[in-house]
């Protein structure tokens, strides 16, 4: 084998260098990723995003960073998600109330789980139902004896409109047969405020919100939206124990991307996620705030998120409406 000329030798080693260099340009991910979080600072999704951003930042090599877009039950921080460019760098750390809530209650420019990919299920925590210590009720048949003899005075607070707390108040009142008023907030964090203020009289809101005021004493808890008692409010009833049997309510969270993106990015993220969902600090966060793990894949992600759409259309909207 006849040895290269100097001069090609030179420009075959800087031709190599050069794709080397590039190669490694185009690796993901080249800077930091970006989390949206669709309700205000200090909220419950706090609770989650902010281990999983730490670790989900470790199995990257890069800083993951949260961005709040709190508006519009969601719509807005979706929009921008759906909108953006599919290359991994723009993530959604979402619930139902953007995904699937606020394009059947309003117009919305994006469909809530057609126009994303899932990486998985983050946390699944269940709510309760909480009163202020002025309300009269110790219980969910005293309060529903309450709210019959008062119809319409009575109001609860929600985290924001087509927030889980906003659908699972509704379908209280509907297999209740109470008239309760709706009190939206932006957030879980402003809705608490006002609760523990005494300026609204109850709220379905996932436990992590509210436990520290439960074991104050600030709030009163009625019934867990579980299918179990939880083992941080062992006293607190279940709603199948208050007469309420198969009523269930949970704050389900899953980190969503855009449609479409490059195959060797979706495996990066994946392999991240898998990290973040096997870390034994993640898991017991979320287990120490009341909720759940629950490890499903991006196809079984996809299918939860899909019948949960089904499921909340018929709560929500009239039979044989075409929306």
Known sequence: MHALPKTCLAVFTATLVAASSWAADEGYPRHYVTVINPFAPGGPTDVVARPLTKILGEALGQQVIVENKAAAGGAIAASHVARAKPDGYTLFLSTGA?????????????????????LGMAAYLPSVLVVHPSVQANSVQELLELAKRQPGKLNFA???????????????????????????YKGAAPAVT???????????????????????????????AGRDRSQLIPDVPTFYESGFPGFELASWYVMATPKNMPANVSRVLQAAWNKVMSNPDYR?????????????????????????NARTRALLLPAGSSK
């Open 98 to 118: 953007a995904l699937i809530v606020t394009p059947l209650l309003q117009k919305t420019d994006y469909d809530g789980w057609r126009d994303f990919d899932y």
């Open 158 to 184: 929600s985290s924001g409109q087509g927030s889980s707390s906003h659908v699972g108040g509704e379908a209280f009142k509907r297999v209740a047969g109470i008239d309760i008023v709706h009190l939206p």
């Open 194 to 224: 006002d609760l523990v203020a005494g300026v609204t009289n109850m709220a379905l809101l996932n436990l992590t919100s509210v436990l520290p005021h439960i074991k104050s004493g600030k709030l009163r808890a009625l019934a867990f």
């Open 284 to 308: 017991a966060t979320i287990i120490a705030n009341g909720g759940e793990i629950r490890p499903y894949t991006a196809e079984q992600t996809t299918k939860y998120v899909k019948e949960e």
